[in-house]
């Protein structure tokens, strides 16, 4: 028992790495689109302020724009499958692939060279942004222990909460004292602190597409806005007690969705009596090769690493021909 443990423990954590690399090939590949797509891109600003007609960069222009859609594309499908690839940097890429669709059009539209140079260069900006917010990315992804990065963004939401438990503690030790000076300096040193949450819930808002880090983030700059003023009340106490609540729900959800430890699934013996039939397809020739692949409800008590592993093996068997 404790050989074929081992074996899967070292089966995942090689599937792990492969997925990994995965998304660091990727995101490798997209980067230096990145970059060179903003060489183009200013290379063709330059040659717009030396007066090149619309027309002769119009044909230039729309190739650089069909690259940045097809990368942009491509990240997208790598988001769906890991966190680590995050909000920010789509919100980057998306950016990016606007205002070089704004400078496809400027060179449609417009006879101004001045003005055309100028969305170029916007757009220019944004896929040099864009690139930078990948490498970011990339850094992340290499230090990662799993492939999905919702462990470390459980990780997180627990030492936030931690943290969020503390700051509640102190302010409520300050209140009854809030009328003397020395109070509202630690009040000041509290408003600091909560800050350091609500940067903190930024970063975990980079890779949580539900909104719910951004919302509390928000919430903590507000709290901190009332520390920093000195506004310690019960009416502060309380919405550092809801944040705390929230915390702790956030991280109950993305940990029901991980799984990784918690997780228990009850196995029945098999009974005789339930038998699959194919439907729709013959089950000969090339349609035996073709299987419908689990759906999102039949998937849901599988962890995020779990339900890959499933939908990469019906890909897999769908992908062989006869």
Avoid: C
């Amino acid at each position: 028992m404790d050989d074929a443990a081992r074996q899967l423990s070292q089966a995942r954590e090689q599937q792990v790495s492969e997925w990994k690399q995965e998304l660091t090939t990727e995101l490798d590949r997209s980067i230096q689109e990145m970059i060179q797509l903003a060489r183009e891109q200013e290379g063709l600003e330059q040659q717009a302020r030396k007066g090149a007609s619309p027309e002769a960069l119009r044909a230039q222009q729309s190739s650089l724009q069909q690259g940045v859609e097809k990368s942009a594309q491509r990240l997208q499908d790598a988001a769906q499958r890991s966190t680590l690839l995050t909000q920010r940097s789509l919100r980057s890429v998306a950016d990016a692939r606007k205002r070089v669709e704004d400078a496809t059009q400027q060179t449609r539209s417009s006879t101004n060279a001045t003005q055309i140079a100028s969305s170029m260069k916007e757009a220019t900006e944004a896929l040099n942004g864009a690139a930078a917010s990948l490498v970011r990315d990339r850094e992340r992804a290499t230090e990662s222990n799993s492939a999905t990065g919702f462990a470390e963004m459980l990780k997180q939401l627990q030492e936030m909460a931690q943290q969020q438990s503390s700051l509640n503690s102190a302010a409520q030790s300050l209140l009854p004292r809030m009328g003397n000076q020395g109070a509202q300096q630690e009040s000041r040193q509290l408003a600091r602190q909560q800050r350091d949450v609500a940067a903190k819930l930024d970063d975990v808002g980079d890779r949580d597409d539900t909104g719910r880090a951004e919302e509390m983030a928000k919430e903590a700059r507000q709290i901190a806005a009332a520390l920093e003023a000195a506004q310690i009340d019960p009416a502060v106490l309380e919405r550092q007690q809801r944040l705390f609540r929230k915390m702790l729900d956030a991280g109950r959800m993305l940990e029901e969705e991980e799984r990784e430890d918690t997780g228990k699934r009850e196995s029945k013996s098999w009974t005789g009596t339930d038998v699959f039939t194919p439907q729709g397809n013959s089950a000969s020739g090339r349609s035996a090769n073709r299987f419908q692949a689990p759906t999102w409800n039949e998937l849901r008590g599988l962890t995020p690493d779990e339900r890959r592993i499933v939908l990469e093996y019906f890909k897999r068997i769908n992908g062989q021909r006869p």
